[in-house]
């Protein structure tokens, strides 16, 4: 049974490019919720998504969006990056409002 | 505002000493805790959950932790380290719905 998958790995963007990280929740998960982890910081809550919707967002602009499949899968995009949009993005997903499981997320560099 | 704070920022231990680490949260609804593990170039893992009952809660790799709700605290102990318990450890809080609100982190070192 796979975790939480996410892609790619490690990117590396030009300021002003627009990025799409992905995920794929634990099998039987419902409930996808997004994390920026900056460097030595504890990872901060952009969004989360279920039924397709949007049901919670963070303190982060709207150049931060995202989508949630059918299949539960979720995507991530930021538009108009900054140099401080460098850091770890974290995926988590649950069945509702449960345990979160996290996968081992992208690494973003913005030069 | 809701927030969680760690009071360590870099512990460093030698092996078979205790641990405890210090969490505090600003919440006013109802509390879930967690303590979270993130081992060199792994994901961040769950090390154990209180949601409600015995404030004493274990969970694994011999850890336990107390929530204390006079102290809005939920430190994390472990009796005797091991080398294998290097990692970053974060508390969080359940703030409704499943957002989770972290703390920055402690980074534990532990010596063979």
């Known amino acids: 049974d796979a975790g939480v998958t996410q892609s790619p790995t490690h990117l590396i963007k030009t300021r002003g490019q627009q990025v799409t990280l992905r995920c794929s929740p634990k099998?039987?998960?419902?409930?996808v919720s997004w994390y920026q982890q900056a460097l030595g910081q504890g990872p901060q809550f952009i969004f989360q998504?279920?039924?397709?919707?949007?049901?919670q967002r963070g303190n982060f602009p709207d150049r931060f969006s995202g989508h949630q499949y059918p299949n539960y899968s979720s995507e991530l995009n930021v538009n108009a990056l900054l140099l401080g949009d460098s850091a770890l993005y974290l995926c988590?997903?649950?069945?509702?409002?449960?345990?979160?499981?996290f996968g081992q997320g992208t690494r973003l560099t913005v030069v | 505002a809701q927030s969680v704070s760690q009071h360590n920022h870099h512990v460093i231990l030698s092996e078979a000493a205790s641990l405890e680490l210090g969490c505090n949260y600003s919440?006013?609804?109802?509390?879930?805790l967690f303590w979270y593990v993130q081992y060199p170039g792994q994901h961040l893992q769950l090390l154990l959950k209180?949601?409600?009952?015995?404030?004493l809660v274990k969970g694994i790799k011999g850890f336990e932790a107390e929530f204390i709700k006079s102290k809005f605290s939920f430190n994390l102990r472990k009796p005797s380290v091991q080398w294998s318990d290097t990692a970053e450890y974060f508390c969080?809080?359940?703030?409704?719905?499943?957002?989770?609100?972290f703390g920055q982190g402690t980074e534990l070192s532990v010596k063979p």
């Open positions: 988590a997903s649950s069945f509702h409002d449960t345990e979160a499981f």
């Open positions: 099998s039987g998960h419902d409930t």
């Open positions: 998504y279920y039924e397709e919707e949007e049901r």
């Open positions: 919440y006013g609804g109802t509390v879930n």
């Open positions: 209180y949601f409600s009952g015995d404030p």
């Open positions: 969080a809080v359940n703030a409704g719905g499943g957002k989770l609100i």
